[in-house]
């Protein structure tokens, strides 16, 4: 009769807990669901337990597991569109963005002028967080998640000195807005997006967590409603902490100059 | 513990039909029809090629599964064979037997000495004629007497 060895790992070791990040993103980027995820990463998990293996050992690269566990789910000719996010989503965050971006340029200042560049600039960033979504996605596809990081940190600097070149060539002012219109402006439109994308999350979660095959199924919907409210608060809540930031350095500033 | 003692590429071939052998003996966990296929003498088979086999048996109808608390542990993945499993196996079984034996004859024609030639002829011709969907009698080999 089979008995398992004797448990010589913990549950999740440091180099196994990286394993299993790999694996979930790797599963992720082949459209794999939280719940399907999740069954995988108790297999592992109960193996090495019994086997007293790491994942590693037992399972070799993750990304390669990930691909021998979904070979016959995924077929090569599939042309329907993954989970990833698309532009036309990121570009339907644009107003809650508009509305940091004038939240935060509100601080420290009694008028806020609206220049070309600044609105070429936010609406740059939609844009490359869906390609460094893409490209840390891809990257997980084939094993090389270490430099899909460092394509994406790429990317965000790109993004970044083209926003600044933006702001710094194009300074023609559209309009100028007084401190409160920008500050009530910008938070309508970041409140109203989040309220929107919060009754959109309670009332079909769009979040997927990852949930263990014991889970109950109540609960597994309760933390998926949980992720999509946290995410839609996401962009008002840096505001508040942009502003907040921005305003306490002016502040400092002043008080140093003075 | 026991590393592989046959290429991989056999491995390939039979692992399936060894697994639902196992599985014919009882429902149980991943890790014991890997502990189990080791005691049986396939060697140490992994949980990267397991798993994904089982997936495989399981979407094929072959197995089914379920979870159940485990043992100071979060749970524990059973597989059972169903009646379609069972099929697939006493059939992959037949046809395996009937490949296994026509092997054994090709490669001892070519290797036994002349003595036990005549053995080896009538060994192939029984194994030959029961055989379902395999191809009749045994191939010509050249190096045969006549």
Redesign the interface.
């Known amino acids: 009769m089979t008995t398992d060895r004797p448990h010589t790992r913990d549950a999740h070791p440091g180099s196994d807990a990286a394993w299993r990040e790999e694996l979930v993103l790797a599963l992720r980027a082949r459209d794999v669901d939280g719940a399907r995820i999740g069954e995988v990463l108790a297999e592992v998990d109960e193996h090495c337990r019994a086997s007293g293996e790491d994942a590693a050992e037992a399972f070799g690269d993750p990304a390669a597991y990930a691909a021998a566990r979904t070979v016959d789910e995924h077929d090569p000719s599939d042309r329907s569109p993954r989970r990833s996010p698309s532009v036309r989503q990121a570009v339907a965050h644009l107003p809650s963005l508009l509305g940091l971006l004038l939240v935060v340029a509100c601080a420290g200042r009694t008028t806020v002028p609206v220049t070309v560049g600044w609105l070429l600039a936010a609406a740059l960033y939609p844009v490359a967080a869906t390609l460094v979504v893409h490209v840390v996605l891809d990257a997980a596809l084939t094993g090389r998640s270490r430099r899909g990081l460092v394509v994406a940190w790429a990317l965000l600097t790109a993004t970044s000195v083209a926003a600044l070149a933006a702001v710094l060539l194009l300074p023609g002012v559209l309009v100028t807005l007084p401190r409160t219109v920008a500050l009530v402006g910008g938070g309508t439109l970041l409140v109203a997006g989040a309220l929107v994308a919060t009754r959109s999350a309670v009332r079909s979660p769009d979040a997927d967590v990852v949930s263990r095959p014991w889970d109950d199924p109540a609960d597994v919907r309760r933390r998926n409603v949980r992720a999509g409210v946290l995410a839609a608060w996401l962009l008002p809540a840096m505001a508040v902490v942009g502003y907040a930031g921005l305003t306490a350095l002016d502040a400092a500033l002043t008080a140093l100059a003075g | 513990m026991t590393t592989n003692p046959w290429p991989g590429e056999w491995m390939r071939g039979v692992l399936d039909l060894c697994v639902l052998a196992v599985l014919a003996e009882g429902r149980?966990?991943?890790?014991?029809v890997?502990?189990?296929l080791d005691?049986l003498g396939l060697g140490t088979i992994?949980?990267?090629t397991l798993?994904?086999l089982l997936?495989?048996l399981e979407?094929a109808g072959h197995v089914t599964t379920h979870?159940e608390?485990?043992d100071g542990?979060?749970?524990?993945?059973y597989f059972a064979l169903t009646a379609a499993g069972r099929a697939a196996l006493a059939a992959r079984a037949d046809a395996w037997r009937t490949f296994a034996a026509l092997t054994t004859t090709i490669t001892s024609a070519a290797t036994a000495p002349p003595a036990v030639d005549a053995a080896v002829d009538a060994a192939a011709d029984a194994a030959a004629e029961p055989a379902t969907g395999a191809p009749a009698g045994r191939p010509p080999n050249p190096q045969e007497p006549r």
């Open positions: 149980t966990y991943g890790y014991a890997a502990a189990r005691e992994k949980g990267g798993y994904p997936a495989r979407e979870w608390a485990g542990g979060p749970g524990r993945k």
